[in-house]
C-alpha cells in the first residue's frame, strides 16, 4: 500500500528511528529539522510497501557513514546523499525506481527521504538492519549472501569514489570506511543497487512504517501524560532492564567509530546496582557486575525516564536520569548465518547472545 508522508509523520519517525537507532545510526535532530522545512514547503514523500515492487525495480541503498559524534558537529546537505544515488546511477548506467535505507536507526532513517526530495523517486518501507548496526556488512543482504560491490561514496568538499569490487563484505566494510575516515569520518553513501526481488525477499519489511508508529505512541502518550517508556516497550514488545542516572561515560572517536563505556547508578529499586553499556557507535552489551543483561543483535535502548526521548552513544552525558530498555531482534538475525554478521562475537565479545526479552 503507497502511503503520502506528512509532517506529522516525519515529527513521529524522527523519535522512533532515534529509538531503534539502539544509541547509534546518529542524532536525526538536524536531519530531521531539514525534512520538516521541506514538508513545510509542500514536498510530499510516497512511502511504498516492499511488496509492490517489481522483482525487476532497481533500488538505491543509501546512509550516512561514519561516527555519530562527527555527524552531531556537522550539517548535511541532502543533495549529498541524492549525489552518491547518481553517481551510482553513472557508474552502472541506469536509474533508479526507489530508494531505501540501509538503516531505520538514528538519522539515517532520514537518508531516504533526503534522497526522495532531491530525485522524486518513492521510499520503499524496509531497510536491511531494522536498526542500526555499526559496520557495512551487518546487514540481511549481506547474511542473505548478496554482492556487496559497488558502493559510492560522496562529500561535500567535491569528493566522489566508487569501490567497484571487493573480495568480500568484511572488505567492504574496509574499503568504505578508510574512505570516510579521509573525508572527515562523514560521508554520504549509496550501497550495491538491489532488485525488487531482493528487498522482497532479504529487505527488514515495512520498518519505516513501524518507526513512524513508534514515535506515535511516544508522542500520544505525552499528551495524555501517561509513561513514554511505557509506551514503547507496550508497541515494541519490550521491556524495562533497568533505571538510573548515568554517572560516567568514558568515549573516544577512533577507526571512524565512537567506542567507549557508559555506567549507569541505579535508582529506586535498582538502587545499589550499576550497569555498564559498551558501545561502538550502538549499544553492544549491557551488563550488572560483570553479567550481561542484554546483547547484539537485541535491541538495547536507553531512553530519558521523563519523556521517553532515546540518548545517544555521542549525547548521553553525566545526570540524565534513564531507563534502559532492551527489545528482542529479528529472527534472521537470530539466525546461525545472521550471528556470523551480528551477535556478539562479530563486535568482538566472547558472549553468547542474551535476550533481553527471554
Not at 506528512?6 to 545510526?25: I, P, S
Not at 538491489?194 to 522482497?200: D, L, P, Q, T, Y
Not at 514488545?237 to 561515560?249: A, P, S
Amino acid at each position: 500500500m503507497t502511503r503520502i508522508l506528512d509532517a506529522q509523520d516525519v515529527d513521529d519517525l524522527a523519535v522512533g528511528a532515534w529509538v531503534l537507532g539502539t544509541g547509534g545510526g546518529g542524532s536525526p535532530y538536524l536531519n530531521h529539522l531539514n525534512m520538516q522545512r521541506i514538508a513545510a514547503e509542500g514536498m510530499q514523500f510516497e512511502l511504498i510497501d516492499p511488496q509492490e515492487l517489481d522483482d525487476k525495480a532497481k533500488v538505491a541503498v543509501v546512509s550516512t557513514m561514519g561516527a555519530p559524534l562527527v555527524m552531531q558537529e556537522r550539517l548535511q546537505d541532502p543533495r549529498d546523499v541524492a549525489r552518491a544515488v547518481e553517481v551510482m546511477a553513472e557508474h552502472t548506467g541506469s536509474t533508479f525506481d526507489a530508494v531505501m535505507a540501509t538503516e531505520i536507526g538514528g538519522s539515517n532513517a532520514f537518508q531516504p527521504l533526503m534522497a526522495s526530495a532531491h530525485l522524486g523517486i518513492p521510499i520503499v518501507d524496509a531497510d536491511a538492519m531494522g536498526r542500526a548496526y555499526p559496520e557495512a556488512q551487518m546487514t540481511s543482504f549481506a547474511i542473505g549472501g548478496l554482492q556487496p560491490w559497488p558502493l559510492a561514496l560522496v562529500d561535500p568538499r567535491g569528493v566522489e569514489a566508487i569501490v567497484t569490487h571487493v573480495p568480500t563484505w568484511k572488505w567492504m566494510e574496509r574499503a568504505s570506511r578508510a574512505l570516510t575516515i579521509e573525508t572527515g569520518s562523514m560521508a554520504a553513501t549509496c550501497k550495491a543497487p538491489r532488485s525488487g526481488v531482493e528487498v522482497k525477499r532479504w529487505g527488514v519489511a515495512n520498518s519505516m512504517s513501524f518507526a513512524i508508529h513508534l514515535g506515535a505512541k511516544v508522542r500520544e502518550a505525552r499528551f495524555e501524560h501517561e509513561d513514554p517508556v511505557a509506551a514503547v516497550c507496550s508497541a515494541a514488545n519490550g521491556r524495562v532492564l533497568f533505571t538510573g542516572k548515568i554517572v560516567d561515560v568514558n568515549r573516544r572517536t577512533t577507526g571512524g567509530f565512537l567506542r567507549g563505556v557508559a555506567k549507569i547508578s541505579g535508582l529506586d529499586h535498582y538502587a545499589g546496582s550499576e550497569v555498564e553499556l559498551e558501545f561502538q557507535n550502538e549499544w553492544l552489551v549491557a551488563r550488572i557486575e560483570n553479567d550481561a543483561i542484554a546483547t547484539v543483535p537485541h535491541l538495547i535502548c536507553l531512553l530519558d525516564a521523563t519523556s521517553g526521548e532515546a540518548i545517544g552513544t555521542e549525547t548521553a552525558r553525566y545526570g540524565q536520569r534513564v531507563a534502559l530498555i532492551g527489545i528482542s531482534a529479528p529472527p534472521l538475525f537470530l539466525s546461525s548465518n545472521g550471528l556470523e554478521y551480528v551477535g556478539p562475537r562479530a563486535m568482538g565479545y566472547d558472549l553468547d547472545p542474551v535476550d533481553p526479552c527471554p
